[in-house]
């Protein structure tokens, strides 16, 4: 489809840009995109790496020809932030599904916590959700997951560099991992439960970092937006001069 004619204080992103974006909690990966296509007009706009909507933090978002380097950018290392729920099982490892197979946890110690979390560092094999946007036979997994359908899953390499428990306060667990395109924070949530013997789901999830690219340099998408409205009144303002 041919671009439409965009305001020329937009042409850049038209061109190419790369964008850092808080992506707010509740949205979708996709909901994300489609607002920068709304606020620049452009309709050649994707992003590196999937955010889960309960899910927040960095979203790197390219446009025009920076599209050509997304595969480049899903490669690169991530940092995540957040905390998992000690004591029970969600059928989605997060908080899209109700808790339950609920469990005592007094007997945990911090050493017990601390331990557990050294069994995943390094390349290990993990099985990701049932719930996920990864997809066999044409159809997404968690399209069959909602529907009550059962589909085996293959255990995946990843490399998980760094887990570091930050603070306990259960039944929450506070952590910071750095890991590999392709892990599963759920699924680590999920598996540090198990080890435990209490069971375990991911209660909060921040994307912290991609590669080099930090949040502490993202833009919240009103910030985005903002921003380009500023860019347009610049531009009306010197043409109208």
Same mark, same amino acid.
């Given at each position: 489809?041919?671009?439409?004619?965009?305001?020329?204080?937009?042409?850049? %992103?038209l061109?190419?840009?790369v964008?850092?974006?808080n992506?707010?909690?509740?949205?979708?990966?996709?909901? +994300?995109?489609?607002?920068v296509? *709304?606020?620049?007009?452009?309709?050649?706009?994707g992003?590196?790496?999937?955010?889960?909507?309960?899910?927040?933090?960095?979203?790197?978002?390219?446009?025009?020809?920076?599209?050509?380097?997304?595969?480049?950018?899903?490669?690169?290392?991530?940092?995540?932030?957040?905390?998992?729920?000690l004591?029970?099982?969600?059928?989605?490892?997060?908080?899209?599904?109700?808790?339950?197979?609920?469990?005592? *946890?007094?007997h945990?110690?911090?050493?017990d916590i601390?331990?557990?979390?050294?069994?995943?560092?390094?390349?290990?094999?993990?099985?990701?959700?049932?719930?996920?946007?990864?997809?066999?036979?044409?159809?997404?997994l %968690?399209?069959?997951?909602?529907?009550?359908?059962? #589909?085996?899953?293959?255990?995946?390499? #990843?490399t998980?560099?760094?887990?570091?428990?930050?603070?306990?306060?259960?039944?929450? #667990? %506070?952590?910071? +991992? #750095?890991?590999?395109?392709?892990?599963?924070i759920?699924?680590?949530?999920?598996?540090?439960?198990?080890?435990?013997?209490?069971?375990?789901?991911?209660?909060?999830?921040?994307?912290?970092?991609?590669?080099?690219?930090s949040?502490?340099?993202?833009?919240?998408?009103?910030?985005?937006?903002?921003?380009?409205?500023?860019?347009?009144?610049?531009?009306?303002?010197?043409?109208n001069?």
């Amino acid at each position: 489809m041919k671009q439409k004619p965009i305001h020329p204080a937009l042409q850049e %992103y038209l061109e190419g840009k790369v964008l850092l974006i808080n992506k707010p909690l509740h949205w979708t990966s996709f909901d +994300v995109i489609r607002k920068v296509r *709304i606020i620049t007009k452009v309709s050649k706009v994707g992003h590196a790496g999937t955010l889960d909507p309960l899910a927040s933090g960095l979203l790197i978002i390219c446009t025009g020809k920076f599209t050509k380097k997304i595969n480049e950018y899903m490669g690169m290392e991530k940092e995540y932030t957040g905390s998992i729920t000690l004591g029970g099982i969600t059928a989605s490892y997060d908080l899209e599904q109700i808790p339950e197979n609920i469990k005592d *946890i007094s007997h945990l110690s911090e050493e017990d916590i601390l331990n557990a979390t050294k069994k995943f560092i390094g390349k290990i094999m993990q099985l990701p959700p049932a719930h996920s946007a990864i997809k066999k036979d044409g159809k997404r997994l %968690y399209e069959s997951a909602r529907k009550g359908e059962h #589909v085996e899953l293959k255990p995946r390499a #990843v490399t998980i560099y760094s887990f570091e428990i930050t603070k306990i306060n259960l039944p929450e #667990v %506070y952590f910071k +991992v #750095v890991c590999s395109t392709g892990t599963y924070i759920r699924s680590l949530a999920n598996d540090l439960g198990k080890e435990l013997g209490v069971g375990g789901y991911l209660s909060s999830l921040c994307r912290t970092r991609i590669g080099e690219f930090s949040l502490a340099n993202a833009m919240t998408v009103d910030d985005f937006y903002q921003k380009i409205r500023s860019l347009k009144n610049e531009s009306e303002g010197q043409t109208n001069a």
